[in-house]
């Protein structure tokens, strides 16, 4: 039966200057147990207590919302006087030391909550909560505090959590993380160690007939690094028609996005204000009224999520996401009683009169929640390449300028003044980036006012009802290094519904480039594989670091011992140039077999994204030195990756064996067995019209199809054209 040992500390005083992130590490709770324990003496029960402990996985924890406070300078005597020669007569030549101390302020009635779940003997954990009792700090050593251990079940924990007034850390693993340090197997070594150092710092050695003084600092303790992740509570209400039968949806207007979280919220902070008796604590959180930038961590975000994630589906608002951070000072379920059952008036197009009519809509929580995934808001759903839906907001230096009709004849826009006007773009969407709290390499942005949806709207149509000039307003596609999960806003209208991203799924293991200009008219597709496969192994390599970490045989195709790599499958990436569409394409094994990739396939992933983030250039030689672009890949409508029933070679095939006498039969045999090592469905046919080379499939197959020999350099590439699908 699984048990919980609970730990509360409470600090004397309503500040913390420990450094590091909040809240206190369990790692700062573990060495303050120790040096309880320590008080008295520390005999063996305590000891196999303590290593009992630090074997237990990470604890959850709670902690109340926190700020920083004012910097306090601290000057402390400098203990450099050797650099003095000793003479206590210069002491005044030397600098005084200042230490610089910012505490975190919180609110000291509110308890910490350190929670480890175990299972078996509970003796250890009563040891544990005995040493608790003896706490006396946490932090500096100003720091006053206590605590008290505990024995519980999980059900009592829940209803401590679920009433808990500040933010719930749980281990997770990674994403957009808090990572705080937690004890370890040999923690509690590491410190004695440690703390028997410190007593022998200084020794004397002799040097002829002069004594010198050495100091060595003491080895670091042991810790582990464990990711916490404290989500915002999403609440997802649907906007329904309550008055007509079944309640259908009532679309909300794309470019009206902005009003509909000002009535929203105009409404919730009425009602919420009701409830906290006119707290300004509503209108922090709802409007943020006189915000710093500290503020906006405890902001309820509202935004609008527009229909999306089918070709045919209308951009119309019909659900609306709620988001109550952690830190957040009005409890979630306050917060969706808010929200839940709000009415508005929507506007709705006459279709036979043309006129404008009011239709009275209500805010109801939603059943299903399977939009959110189209905006990337699930773990396991993360993309590197997003584009926005409603434009987002960027400051007047990222403006445009718009020539007016009158003046288009006399004053025209020319290409170096728009270049510059989408530089500072860009330059203002890293801005955003930063301010939203992502740290992820970001590969290419392009911005432009068109949207990227065929039923989207133009950024200028979102200004009106706004305080934000439509010149501010720009349609933002971002591709990042690594995958990023949602919901991802951005921009100074992130908290008016403005700057709203989608992701783009892309094929896994597959990276394209554009080739812009710099291609010689008689380029040798294999000698300009060649190039790309030496330019990203030295990318990975750079990547990498030193030449001690050796490139696997995921990027070179070779061994450890330089031969040539036969595993009986494909363990290595393929270059290929797809010179028909003027691209360089580099595919990972588990795309050509048609499989999912490996734990360590994906760690080469991750550092082949990473090394191939800046490639903006390839030197290949006599095919030309080739500028390039990242582009992404359409899956619906690239040649090579779209599903179809025939395809056709576009570059040789090369048999994987010699021919036999038999000939033709021997080809067919050979592509059948390269198809069966793909895991793609036996196919109809396999044909040979002259040089060109057929397979046809009862059903239709996504690619892409790379068969042959010389798969990893471009050979044997097929490609499905709509024409072979009309003719199916």
Same mark, same amino acid.
């Given at each position: 039966?699984?048990?919980?040992?609970?730990?509360?500390?409470?600090?004397?005083?309503d500040?913390?200057?420990?450094? =590091?992130?909040?809240?206190?590490?369990?790692?700062r709770?573990? +060495?303050?147990?120790v040096?309880?324990?320590a008080?008295?003496?520390?005999?063996?029960p305590? &000891?196999?207590a303590?290593?009992?402990?630090?074997?237990?996985?990470?604890?959850?924890?709670?902690?109340?919302a926190?700020?920083?406070?004012?910097?306090?300078?601290?000057?402390?005597?400098?203990?450099?006087?050797?650099?003095?020669g000793?003479?206590?007569?210069?002491?005044?030549?030397?600098?005084?030391?200042?230490?610089?101390?910012?505490p975190?302020?919180?609110d000291?009635?509110?308890p910490?909550?350190?929670?480890?779940?175990?299972?078996?003997?509970?003796?250890?954990?009563?040891?544990?909560?005995?040493?608790a009792?003896?706490?006396?700090?946490?932090?500096r050593?100003?720091?006053?505090?206590w605590a008290?251990g505990?024995?519980?079940?999980?059900?009592?924990?829940?209803? +401590?959590?679920?009433?808990?007034?500040? $933010?719930?850390?749980?281990?997770?693993?990674?994403?957009?993380?808090?990572?705080?340090?937690?004890?370890?197997t040999?923690?509690?070594?590491?410190?004695?160690?440690?703390h028997?150092a410190n007593? #022998?710092?200084?020794?004397?050695?002799?040097?002829?007939?002069?004594v010198?003084?050495?100091?060595?600092? $003491?080895?670091?303790?042991?810790? /582990?690094?464990?990711?916490?992740?404290?989500?915002?509570?999403?609440l997802?209400?649907?906007?329904?028609r309550?008055?007509?039968?079944?309640?259908?949806?009532?679309?909300?207007?794309?470019?009206?996005?902005?009003?509909l979280?000002?009535?929203?919220?105009d409404?919730?902070?009425?009602?919420?204000? #009701?409830?906290?008796?006119?707290?300004?604590?509503?209108?922090?959180?709802?409007?943020?009224?006189?915000?710093?930038?500290?503020?906006?961590?405890?902001?309820?975000?509202?935004?609008?999520?527009?229909?999306?994630?089918?070709?045919?589906?209308?951009?119309g608002?019909?659900?609306?996401?709620?988001?109550?951070?952690?830190? &957040?000072?009005?409890?979630?379920?306050?917060v969706?009683w =808010?929200?839940?059952?709000?009415?508005?008036?929507?506007?709705?197009?006459?279709?036979?009169?043309?006129?404008?009519?009011?239709?009275?809509?209500?805010?109801?929580?939603?059943?299903?929640?399977?939009?959110? !995934?189209?905006?990337?808001?699930?773990?396991e759903?993360?993309?590197?390449?997003?584009?926005?839906?409603?434009?987002?907001?960027?400051?007047?230096? %990222?403006?445009?300028?718009?020539?007016?009709? !009158?003046?288009?004849?006399g004053?025209?826009?020319?290409?170096q003044?728009?270049a510059?006007?989408?530089?500072?773009?860009c330059?203002?969407?890293?801005?955003?980036?930063?301010?939203a709290?992502l740290?992820?390499?970001?590969v290419s942005?392009?911005?432009?006012r068109?949207?990227?949806? !065929?039923?989207?709207?133009r950024a200028?149509?979102?200004?009106?009802? #706004?305080?934000?000039?439509k010149?501010?307003?720009?349609?933002?596609?971002?591709?990042?290094a690594?995958?990023?999960?949602?919901?991802?806003?951005?921009?100074?209208?992130?908290? &008016?519904?403005? =700057?709203?991203?989608?992701?783009?799924?892309?094929?896994?293991?597959?990276l394209?480039?554009?080739?812009?200009d710099?291609?010689?008219?008689?380029v040798e597709?294999?000698?300009?594989?060649?190039?790309?496969?030496?330019?990203?192994m030295? @990318?990975?390599?750079?990547?990498?670091?030193?030449r001690?970490?050796?490139?696997?045989v995921f990027?070179?195709?070779?061994?450890a011992?330089?031969?040539?790599?036969?595993? =009986?499958?494909?363990?290595?990436?393929?270059?290929?140039?797809?010179?028909?569409?003027q691209?360089l394409?580099?595919?990972?094994?588990?795309?050509?077999e048609?499989?999912e990739?490996?734990?360590g396939? @994906?760690?080469?992933?991750?550092?082949?994204?990473? !090394?191939?983030?800046?490639?903006?250039?390839l030197r %290949?030689? /006599?095919?030309g030195?080739?500028?390039?672009?990242?582009?992404e890949?359409?899956?619906?409508?690239?040649?090579?990756?779209?599903?179809?029933?025939?395809?056709?070679?576009?570059?040789?095939? #090369?048999?994987?064996?010699?021919?036999? /006498?038999?000939?033709?039969?021997s080809?067919?045999?050979?592509?059948?067995?390269?198809v069966?090592?793909?895991?793609?469905?036996?196919?109809?046919?396999?044909?040979?019209?002259? %040089?060109?080379?057929?397979?046809?499939f009862?059903?239709a197959?996504?690619?892409?199809?790379?068969?042959?020999k010389?798969?990893?350099?471009?050979?044997?590439?097929?490609? &499905?054209?709509?024409?072979d699908?009309?003719?199916?």
């Amino acid at each position: 039966m699984t048990r919980i040992l609970l730990i509360s500390v409470r600090f004397h005083d309503d500040r913390y200057h420990g450094t =590091g992130d909040w809240p206190p590490s369990p790692a700062r709770l573990f +060495q303050a147990l120790v040096a309880a324990a320590a008080l008295p003496g520390l005999d063996a029960p305590k &000891c196999d207590a303590l290593r009992w402990l630090e074997k237990l996985s990470a604890p959850t924890i709670a902690a109340p919302a926190a700020h920083s406070g004012q910097n306090v300078n601290l000057y402390v005597p400098n203990n450099d006087l050797d650099a003095k020669g000793g003479d206590i007569r210069r002491v005044a030549e030397i600098r005084s030391a200042t230490k610089r101390i910012r505490p975190r302020l919180f609110d000291a009635a509110v308890p910490l909550l350190y929670i480890w779940r175990f299972d078996g003997n509970e003796s250890q954990a009563k040891c544990i909560c005995d040493i608790a009792s003896g706490l006396y700090q946490l932090g500096r050593g100003v720091d006053m505090a206590w605590a008290v251990g505990e024995l519980v079940n999980e059900a009592k924990v829940e209803e +401590q959590l679920n009433d808990y007034p500040g $933010a719930i850390y749980r281990p997770s693993q990674g994403g957009k993380s808090l990572r705080l340090d937690c004890p370890a197997t040999g923690s509690l070594d590491s410190l004695e160690t440690r703390h028997k150092a410190n007593a #022998t710092r200084f020794h004397h050695v002799k040097d002829g007939r002069k004594v010198r003084t050495e100091f060595a600092n $003491a080895p670091k303790p042991h810790f /582990r690094a464990v990711a916490y992740n404290s989500p915002a509570t999403c609440l997802l209400f649907e906007l329904r028609r309550t008055t007509a039968p079944g309640a259908p949806f009532m679309p909300w207007p794309l470019k009206s996005a902005a009003a509909l979280v000002q009535r929203l919220r105009d409404g919730a902070q009425e009602r919420l204000k #009701t409830h906290f008796n006119g707290n300004d604590v509503v209108d922090n959180v709802l409007i943020g009224r006189n915000a710093t930038e500290a503020d906006k961590a405890l902001r309820i975000r509202i935004t609008p999520l527009p229909s999306i994630g089918h070709v045919h589906a209308d951009r119309g608002i019909r659900r609306v996401l709620v988001e109550v951070p952690p830190d &957040c000072p009005i409890r979630a379920d306050d917060v969706a009683w =808010g929200f839940s059952g709000l009415e508005i008036t929507a506007p709705i197009l006459d279709v036979e009169t043309g006129e404008i009519l009011s239709s009275p809509v209500e805010l109801v929580p939603a059943d299903d929640n399977s939009m959110l !995934a189209h905006y990337g808001v699930a773990e396991e759903r993360p993309a590197h390449l997003w584009r926005s839906v409603t434009p987002q907001a960027l400051p007047e230096n %990222a403006k445009w300028r718009r020539i007016e009709p !009158a003046n288009r004849r006399g004053e025209a826009k020319g290409g170096q003044e728009r270049a510059d006007e989408q530089q500072h773009a860009c330059h203002a969407v890293m801005q955003a980036l930063r301010h939203a709290g992502l740290r992820e390499k970001v590969v290419s942005i392009r911005v432009q006012r068109e949207p990227f949806d !065929a039923k989207g709207e133009r950024a200028e149509t979102f200004a009106t009802a #706004t305080r934000f000039s439509k010149h501010h307003l720009w349609h933002v596609e971002i591709q990042f290094a690594e995958a990023v999960s949602g919901p991802l806003l951005l921009g100074n209208g992130r908290y &008016c519904g403005l =700057g709203l991203m989608a992701p783009v799924q892309q094929v896994e293991g597959v990276l394209a480039f554009s080739i812009l200009d710099g291609l010689t008219s008689d380029v040798e597709p294999l000698q300009l594989a060649r190039a790309l496969r030496r330019a990203v192994m030295s @990318r990975v390599q750079n990547e990498l670091g030193t030449r001690e970490n050796e490139l696997s045989v995921f990027f070179t195709g070779h061994e450890a011992d330089g031969s040539t790599a036969r595993r =009986g499958g494909h363990a290595h990436l393929a270059f290929v140039p797809d010179l028909a569409r003027q691209r360089l394409l580099v595919i990972a094994p588990h795309v050509i077999e048609h499989r999912e990739p490996f734990k360590g396939e @994906r760690d080469h992933l991750k550092t082949l994204a990473l !090394a191939l983030a800046g490639l903006r250039e390839l030197r %290949a030689g /006599r095919a030309g030195r080739l500028r390039l672009v990242r582009v992404e890949i359409n899956l619906g409508a690239d040649p090579l990756f779209a599903a179809s029933e025939v395809w056709t070679a576009t570059t040789p095939y #090369t048999p994987t064996r010699h021919a036999k /006498r038999n000939g033709r039969d021997s080809l067919y045999q050979d592509v059948l067995r390269e198809v069966q090592r793909r895991q793609l469905p036996v196919p109809l046919a396999i044909e040979k019209k002259g %040089a060109d080379l057929f397979l046809r499939f009862m059903v239709a197959v996504p690619g892409p199809v790379l068969l042959g020999k010389t798969v990893h350099f471009g050979g044997g590439l097929f490609t &499905c054209s709509m024409e072979d699908r009309e003719h199916v």
